[in-house]
């Protein structure tokens, strides 16, 4: 009976054994000293961080596969403290418009991908070539997408003839499309709050804060955020390699990967099999740590096999493996070459990838060669589980399911194109009339899923019914049905 | 070697440790002398909980933050027994109109709130201040309710010139509307069964059983029920604290809140993280037990900082940290002051929270203080891991998209006025044509989905694509067209 | 301190314990020389198996309810070794047209059913008499069943006066369909591929491959796969016995049952607490072992209860504890009673189950005997948690959905045929047009969902709003809006 007892509490004492915990700094130490009180939810995070256990200096003598810290160097009153709420908040002060005195501090509220890279340059640097870090300018510079978007998030306005939509207010654009593209940040004030701890305390004013958009433009004048995917304040990769975090902006209908996964033999084993999976460790290894892939293991993380030979190097780029943008705007694609889409122009001067018959605007996209490498690249993920014959065939598969999605939405384009001409349908706007949101609906929604569950094994449902080919053709014979009212050949009294 | 398999030996043994379990009465042993073999799943439950293992008296002694029973007194009997089968099924056979005699006892089948108010008087005092608790009379008293329900639930009948619909059959009912918002049990008589263990034997008949709605009426007369919730026969924190007990009435369209939160941050860290949570503690620790919300945390659940100072007292009323009632009917309004809805009456006379204009039925709802107080009680959750501004900011969205919504709402209502007073739809009933049925999915589907995206942080896709703005948009052009066609403005030949 | 250390030693030493793992064939031995190296993932997947841990002669040592090997003898070679790569890819060369020499092994690389009955006999039989391992049959020998689906995959090609659709192609067949359904294999040549660690080796082509679908043809000319639920190469009964495999091929909305499991109090229970579930164990005990049941638990798996009585047997015909087959196509109508439903012909010569009234092939289908048998085989499963008046009141809510919803499809069926009477809707196919897809809606989805939510009680949600009676009424009012118009009889002007 004793013994019980000795070994439950030995049990208990190890399972509740904290992290040994790094030295703080005495600027990060001061922070807590109030936060960890005011905040206690946000402190707990970063304490049970790797952040919170490790210092930069331990963090470098790893082995060169383990490291998850890319400099060699940090500034030496960094090198042997925990990376806590100094370390960031009161980096380069002088380059963020938000900076502001605090309890004796120049203090910043908005931590960039420049404040980041103090130890993890090389993420950072590829993170900016990704087309996510770009998502808000791609998006605001490009005004066929803003006239997308104002008939999507406007008020809509009926007036005879035509009704008309207004642009959306910087809140719902903050809530909506620019929520996942990122917001742009502009400090223009600060305001006095009465505070418990500290009396009257001044702070900045932000507009389009908070925002977590993978694309934001920050204080500093950098573009993008590494929150959305490594969240305040454990900055955990486990969690970034779990598709949940992914999910947040990928649900769908547009781009309903998470779905697709989640129904998918790979999101199977995920989900039944992740208990015994290890998220943590450094490099990832297959077999050994986890026996599916999750999205971050297809697109971002460096993996290994247990012999420690590199499958894949890390790539925060996220797009080196990828030959085709499945998500069609309006057709699936070759990857565009630069992360900077609003300076592609189709052969008709327009800012789309393609012509609107699906001809690729080819200066502006990957060619053959690179889309072979990326090709490749991706297919090597795929070997350490499948032989080359399976992969190879699921690839002609994946490619097929290109080729005819994209002849949908060209038999679409077709039937609109025919209303435009025959003026059933009002050219102003691409967008606004109902045949047009039909037409989206077929490259936006269903093009799309047939395409990603093509590309990521999740065929059946999401290939077929669930959005994909059986609405797409549904969504055919609607607009076709509306096509001959109007140009009236459909023998209707 | 020998080490290894003692140690092994010895955590088996742990792991495997039954719960200590209180002593059962005599009753109980009883019942359960029968039941472990008829019903070995039920019974199984009960023994791994809470009930099973600890006695009244000692829940009483547990200090005011860590009590799990609010009663200060109970029956001398139950005292220092479990809360097992008899303590609750022998309860009050007076008051129970399924009371049969079943072995030598007064038993009856369906235990309610009345019946949990012997231990947990205060939550059942504040869940009928609830509007769950009102849910079916809230819908079944409201003859505008009635008839939508009508015409979602009934059968279509065909007839020129105007189909119709048949009022839905009561065990269509019990599977539709009421399996959440709650049947009303009836005991209709007797019937004898020839059982295994006890040869022939009388139970009673229940119209409406079995049902587990929020709003049930019992056959004590009470209304409500806690097993919703709190699952028979484990009536666990633990499932009740996770979102999939939310999920079970409110995966949407209408109320997609458990969609929503899953897409969020919030459930992305849920997910991540929850293996390392403690869903069991009471007070519920913010940093400590959890590091995000779920539903329950919001809402309900009693959270207390590290240092055991209360953020949030609990509440099983759930609204009184509601400023808004965001479920649109037609329009989102301020919270209703009483949980009887059905009371209500807008400027028209007609039962509803808002005219046709949206403008609130001001006198049947809370005032602006009163959402002032509720609206600062919610963001001290926030504020345990936000800071202010961040807190502010979003909730000034989050109204921001209760405005904008709504007033989508009146321009949808008022293009369906417009076919109203022109004769395009029919007014006998104001939900069964087509028109009718597209404004229904813009307030009801469309409208609620990007709100309740707003108010829970999940933005993005449940903000725009999945059943949001885009799809509401849609929907309004869809309605335009529909109102020009009748109207003779839409310039088709 | 020194004792923490020791301990934590002791756990991370037990934790890591491997497998002890059955000895390996010499010809597994060398596959796996090249192969572990070559697909870690793969071969890790089979080294934490219990395949990789048992000898069929230990497999066959177990007691009868224990046991998961339903042969009694295997051949003398493969007694005492691990189940490993030779012992499935060698086996019966001659039988498999896609044997090829691989380092001078007769290898083939598509393991049937077959092979498995080698070690499996009683499941492989089981499941030949399922519906799932004619699942290609019954649909591409039903000629209906594939003009239904070239109108869902199919290209449409526009035309005056009316649009047609293209047969898909195979490539896309394999990718929707057929992806659930199961591929016919073919081996249609050989290919050389230069390999890192052996230089040039030949291998076969196989059409149709990969697919893991339930009813594949194979190249034994067996039918049907093991592999949809029993995920190579680990073979999990865990994996099997959660939702998430049936989910691969049931998201959705045509059998939406995953979706509405999930929403139930009892996919509440499985993910609330799953973690606390033994999913390996045989017999899988109520009560013990999970409290909620999964798919498997009421469709397949052998439940016992805690004293080893048998609940019920284990079944991979998994039908025959189903009275109904829900799917309606175009009616819920009795369980077929072959598994080859495209022999079905109704009363009009048809080769659908039931006629376009809903009166079911009788011939074809179980009796009322067979149906009362089934269903009191399901009811026993009910009954380990649930009394014997729930069960019955739950089962005559059910049923009467069964019944509302056919009458629901009858009406559309009636609107429907109204049009084709009147020359408004193309009789061609009859599935190609606007109104033929609405009406393809109402059955094939909205019907489906009411059904499913009925039967797994997953109601509220999935009966309502979420693609169940709401849309089913709004596509009814739909389709009669059309049908009015076209007969004139609408008032429009």
Same mark, same amino acid.
């Given at each position: 009976m004793q013994w019980k007892w000795i070994v439950l509490g030995l049990l208990l004492w190890l399972t509740a054994l904290p992290a040994a915990g790094a030295p703080v700094s005495d600027e990060t130490y001061e922070c807590l000293d109030c936060h960890a009180a005011i905040q206690p939810g946000l402190v707990a995070d970063w304490r049970n961080s790797r952040h919170a256990a490790v210092t930069p200096f331990e963090a470098m003598q790893k082995n060169p596969l383990s490291r998850r810290m890319s400099n060699d160097s940090v500034p030496e009153t960094s090198l042997n403290v925990a990376v806590g709420c100094a370390e960031c908040h009161l980096r380069r002060p002088e380059a963020h418009a938000d900076t502001f005195e605090h309890n004796g501090y120049a203090v910043h509220t908005v931590v960039s991908p420049a404040d980041c890279a103090a130890c993890h340059r090389t993420e950072v640097e590829q993170y900016s070539r990704s087309l996510m870090s770009h998502a808000r300018g791609n998006l605001i510079g490009n005004p066929l997408f803003t006239d997308l978007e104002r008939t999507i998030s406007g008020a809509m306005t009926p007036a005879d003839p035509r009704h008309d939509f207004k642009a959306p207010d910087e809140e719902t654009r903050a809530e909506t499309c620019f929520y996942c593209h990122g917001t742009r940040l502009r400090a223009t004030g600060t305001v006095i709050r009465d505070t418990d701890l500290a009396g009257e305390l001044e702070f900045p004013v932000i507009d389009g804060w908070p925002n977590q958009g993978v694309g934001r433009i920050n204080l500093d004048g950098s573009q993008g955020a590494c929150t959305p995917c490594h969240t305040r304040h454990a900055f955990s990769v486990e969690t970034a390699r779990k598709p949940y975090t992914c999910k947040e902006c990928h649900i769908g209908p547009d781009v309903p990967v998470y779905k697709v996964y989640a129904a998918s033999k790979h999101g199977n084993l995920f989900e039944s099999t992740k208990a015994d999976w290890h998220f943590d460790r450094m490099p990832w290894t297959v077999g050994r740590d986890f026996t599916a892939p999750t999205c971050a293991a297809c697109h971002i993380s460096l993996l290994a096999t247990p012999d420690e030979d590199v499958i894949v190097p890390r790539s925060h780029q996220m797009n080196d493996r990828l030959p085709w943008r499945l998500f069609g705007l309006i057709y699936a694609h070759p990857y565009p070459s630069h992360p900077d889409t609003s300076r592609i122009r189709n052969s008709q001067g327009a800012p789309l +990838? $393609? /012509?609107?018959?699906?001809? +690729? @605007? @080819? +200066?502006?996209?990957? /060619? @053959? @060669?690179?889309?072979?490498?990326? $090709?490749?690249a991706f297919k090597s993920i795929c070997l350490t589980c499948h032989a080359t014959g399976w992969t190879n065939a699921f690839w002609k598969r994946f490619e097929n399911a290109i080729e005819t999605t994209n002849a949908a939405t060209l038999t679409a384009t077709r039937i609109l194109s025919d209303m435009w001409s025959a003026g059933c349908v009002d050219t102003g706007s691409r967008f606004d009339e109902m045949p047009e949101k039909w037409w989206q609906d077929i490259w936006l929604f269903y093009a799309n899923t047939a395409r990603f569950a093509a590309a990521m094994g999740g065929g059946g449902d999401y290939g077929v019914f669930a959005n994909g080919r059986y609405q797409l053709n549904r969504r055919l014979v609607e607009l076709e049905h509306l096509r001959r009212r109007c140009r009236g050949t459909d023998g209707s009294p």
């Open positions: +990838p $393609t /012509d609107f018959d699906g001809n +690729p @605007a @080819a +200066p502006y996209l990957i /060619d @053959a @060669a690179e889309q072979e490498k990326r $090709t490749n």
